[in-house]
């Protein structure tokens, strides 16, 4: 068993379908030497050949922040490795790798991921002594993120609120885990730097908003003769412009003013931080680059 690190795939009950597609594709490109926890509501699951440990909230009704929290409290490892039920392995995931950054991060212990999203990677900063990966700079958002990573376990414990969503906490508490943070974040610089393979598209892949994403699983399970009864939750459908994730026409600021709470739930002591990255938002649409770069330099120099 190996002991530095522990897989966490974070589910609900209402995705027990994605398990068996999920972990068998884990079995068959991965099922590394270490603990395996499934981070659930109240259900039960095994796989042949897998050693699944199911861990359930201490009270049924929990918010999924408080859920992801009690999970980490139980991980005795310094390195989780952070999935969700529908990052569908497609290769052999490389050992090495992985190996590799568990001794980079065992060695400099204020940073905090390495993490395959190389949408991100691309625009961070490149540095030779991390061959593969880029640093993302200091307050920008989706720093913190949902995408696959080797995570320093106290430190992903230390960024999460109770009541907070992923969605809230890819995007909002990104605030002070992005501005007031010490610590390093690192993301894969191009998809062929990614140690873990899960077809990541940005336009959608897996599951997205409880639908099937039909160009990524349909020709993905035929291949690994996967019989999968697509009809229980259907395929999702893009808008008519052809995105999969505009649901907003006001993006970011409409949603700040009508879900104005999360201010008092995820970041009370960064409003300051919070209000200036939504006017930065704003400008940033509207394209007025002055003013966005004005607030921009604020952001930088509360962050020095």
């Known amino acids: 068993m190996d002991k530095r690190y522990t897989v966490i795939v974070n589910s609900c009950d209402?995705?027990?379908?994605?398990?068996?597609?999920?972990?068998?594709?884990?079995?068959?490109?991965?099922?590394p030497e270490a603990r395996l926890i499934l981070n659930t509501e109240s259900l039960n699951y095994t796989f042949p050949g897998l050693n699944i440990e199911c861990v359930h909230p201490p009270q049924e009704k929990c918010h999924y922040g408080a859920r992801i929290m009690n999970v980490l409290r139980q991980v005795s490892t310094p390195f989780v490795v952070l999935m969700l039920d529908d990052f569908f392995i497609r290769q052999k995931v490389e050992y090495d790798e992985i190996d590799r950054i568990l001794k980079i991060m065992d060695k400099e212990p204020d940073i905090a991921y390495f993490n395959c999203d190389?949408?991100?990677?691309?625009?961070g900063i490149t540095d030779e002594r991390y061959q593969g990966y880029s640093r993302l700079q200091p307050g920008r958002e989706y720093t913190l993120n949902m995408q696959a990573a080797i995570w320093r376990t106290d430190i992903l414990l230390a960024f999460w609120k109770p009541k907070v969503t992923p969605w809230e906490w890819e995007l909002y508490t990104n605030i002070y885990g992005a501005l007031s943070s010490k610590y390093r974040f690192f993301c894969a610089?191009?998809?062929?730097?990614?140690?873990?393979?899960?077809?990541?598209n940005q336009q959608g892949m897996g599951v997205f908003r409880g639908?099937?994403?039909?160009?990524?699983?349909?020709?993905?399970?035929?291949?690994?003769?996967?019989?999968?009864?697509?009809?229980?939750?259907?395929?999702?459908?893009?808008?008519?412009?052809?995105?999969?994730?505009s649901n907003s026409k006001n993006g970011v600021v409409n949603y700040f003013f009508s879900q104005f709470d999360i201010?008092?739930?995820?970041?009370?002591?960064?409003?300051?931080?919070?209000?200036?990255?939504v006017l930065s938002e704003y400008f940033h649409k509207s394209k007025k680059y002055l003013v966005k770069d004005f607030i921009n330099h604020k952001l930088k120099s509360i962050n020095n």
Do not use: Q
């Not at 190389?118 to 625009?123: H, P, S, V």
């Not at 610089?189 to 990541?200: A, E, L, P, Q, W």
């Open 14 to 31: 209402s995705y027990a379908d994605l398990w068996e597609p999920f972990f068998t594709l884990y079995k068959k490109y991965w099922n």
């Open 118 to 123: 190389y949408e991100l990677g691309k625009t």
């Open 189 to 200: 610089s191009t998809s062929k730097d990614m140690f873990i393979d899960y077809g990541y």
């Open 211 to 245: 639908k099937w994403v039909k160009d990524d699983v349909v020709g993905l399970f035929e291949s690994e003769d996967l019989i999968v009864d697509f009809s229980k939750r259907g395929f999702f459908e893009a808008d008519e412009n052809g995105s999969k994730h």
């Open 263 to 277: 201010i008092y739930r995820c970041i009370p002591s960064y409003i300051f931080e919070y209000i200036l990255y």
